[in-house]
Structure formats: structure tokens, C-alpha cells
Nanobody, 126 residues
Framework: QVQLVESGGGLVQAGDSLRLSCAAS????????MGWFRQAPGKEREFVAA????????NYADSVKGRFTISRDNAKSTVSLQMNNLKPEDTAGYYC???????????????????WGQGTQVTVSS
């Protein structure tokens, strides 16, 4: 089992920045692909960003490219999402997710991720 706990959400204005963090525990973190997804009320969960275990391969949704950056610290078992130039349409619950160990592709598909955190809310006002 693996446990994921997100933090860093909040209420900000358009154009502001936020940094989300996800702390992983329970099993080896360093060889797991990690991802961030988000879900707004009444909408399906959507992919935001993912990072390979080696930190050399990342994947971003087109809607966040150039504004969001995913990173990881395997020594601390954390993955972060730096969000700059936030827009009202970024408002959502943000969820950290982990693929099974031994997988390598930073997938953008939710069904590829086995473990999920409880989420942290990000609200961007205009």
C-alpha cells in the first residue's frame, strides 16, 4: 500500500502562484511514476501533469503547459506542482496519484494510476 497526502491548496487571485506538494509513504517511492489530476464540480477528472521516477521525463496537459511545473524529490518522497499565472479555470480539487512501481511512462490516463490522495482545493478568483 501507499499513502498520498496533498497540501498547499488555497484561494488566490488570477495571475497568482501556488505550489502543491504530495507526500508519499508506505512503500518505495523512487521507482513510481507520479501524477497530478484535477476535478472541478460537475466535470470529469482531468490530467494535469506527470513525472517519471527518474525525473527525466515529464508530461503536461496542453492547458497548463508553460504555467505549471512538476518535480519530485525521491530522497524526501515528495512530488510538487508549481502553478504560475493561475486562471479561474484552474479552480478544482487537485489530486496526487501514483502508478505501480516498475512502470515508466508518465501517463496522462487516470486508469493507469493505482494510488490516489484525498485532494487539495485550489480556487482562483477573477
Amino acid at each position: 500500500q501507499v499513502q498520498l497526502v496533498e497540501s498547499g491548496g488555497g484561494l488566490v487571485q488570477a495571475g497568482d502562484s501556488l505550489r502543491l506538494s504530495c507526500a508519499a509513504s508506505g512503500r518505495a517511492f523512487s521507482n513510481s511514476v507520479m501524477g497530478w489530476f484535477r476535478q472541478a464540480p460537475g466535470k470529469e477528472r482531468e490530467f494535469v501533469a506527470a513525472i517519471s521516477w527518474s525525473d527525466t521525463n515529464t508530461n503536461y496537459a496542453d492547458s497548463v503547459k508553460g504555467r505549471f511545473t512538476i518535480s519530485r524529490d525521491n530522497a524526501k518522497s515528495t512530488v510538487s506542482l508549481q502553478m504560475n499565472n493561475l486562471k479561474p479555470e484552474d479552480t478544482a480539487g487537485y489530486y496526487c496519484a501514483a502508478r505501480d512501481s516498475g512502470t515508466y511512462r508518465p501517463s496522462g490516463m487516470a486508469y493507469d494510476y493505482r494510488y490516489w490522495g484525498q485532494g487539495t482545493q485550489v480556487t482562483v478568483s477573477s
